[in-house]
């Protein structure tokens, strides 16, 4: 065989063993790498051939990685992944802000346990039906809207048309007993204001600093995304 056959031969080799051993690393490659190798310079052209096949998928591996890291770094990429977040937080902002609007409409509806419509609501049925309008549908209790959506852990963080809710007067401060639909947030106060059905006052707009709200507040979700 000749010489530059032979180093051919074993630059494909040593090749494949680089590619193989980026990937797993595992000190077995190596051992069976060097074999290999070795019987190259013997004259055996096989493991040459298995050894390029056997570094195919590790390659593509190393080609896919290639990519994706590519994807990342990319100023483009990042641009539109950038624009579909903004266009994506806008439509959220638009259905929270018809959300709340609709809402406002029912200020001074009176308070019925057990209803939700424009002549009555309760709490639950409130946000059931509110929601409703935006073809957003909810279950009809309080204890199952707290199930519904995301949770928002600090009330930094919440956002118009998120739903916060309060133990109940009778239940204890951790059971869910009320539920009203963000409407305003200060995330320096970390504090918000809600619209809800009161049963003192009926359908009204509160802020969460009060004793009231303050002492019950149990947590909130996010059903709007």
């Not at 190393?62 to 266009?87: C, G, V």
């Not at 009555?120 to 039906?129: H, I, K, L, P, Q």
Request: glycine letters at 8%.
């Amino acid at each position: 065989m000749r010489t530059k056959h032979i180093i051919a031969i074993a630059v494909v080799a040593v090749a494949g063993w680089m590619a193989a051993s980026h990937v797993n690393g595992l000190q077995a490659k190596y051992e069976q790498d060097v074999a290999d190798y070795t019987a190259v310079l013997e004259g055996d052209t096989l493991p040459v051939q298995a050894r390029v096949e056997a570094a195919r998928p590790s390659l593509e591996v190393i080609n896919l990685a290639k990519a994706i890291t590519s994807f990342r770094i990319d100023p483009a990429n990042q641009a539109d992944l950038a624009e579909a977040a903004a266009t994506s937080e806008l439509r959220r902002g638009n259905m929270a802000d018809q959300l709340i609007n609709t809402a406002m409409r029912f200020l001074g509806v009176p308070y019925r346990s057990g209803q939700s419509s424009p002549s009555g609501f309760d709490c639950s049925g409130f946000t059931n039906y509110v929601f409703k309008q935006q073809n957003i549908a909810l279950t009809r209790s309080s204890r199952s809207q707290y199930t519904e959506g995301n949770p928002v852990a600090d009330v930094a963080d919440l956002k118009k048309g998120d739903l916060v809710f309060f133990g109940g007067s009778r239940g204890g401060s951790s059971s869910i007993g009320h539920v009203g639909i963000v409407t305003e947030v200060n995330p320096d106060s970390r504090s918000f204001k809600f619209i809800h059905a009161s049963r003192s006052s009926g359908i009204k707009v509160d802020d969460s600093k009060q004793a009231y709200y303050s002492r019950r507040y149990v947590g909130a979700r996010r059903i709007l995304q």
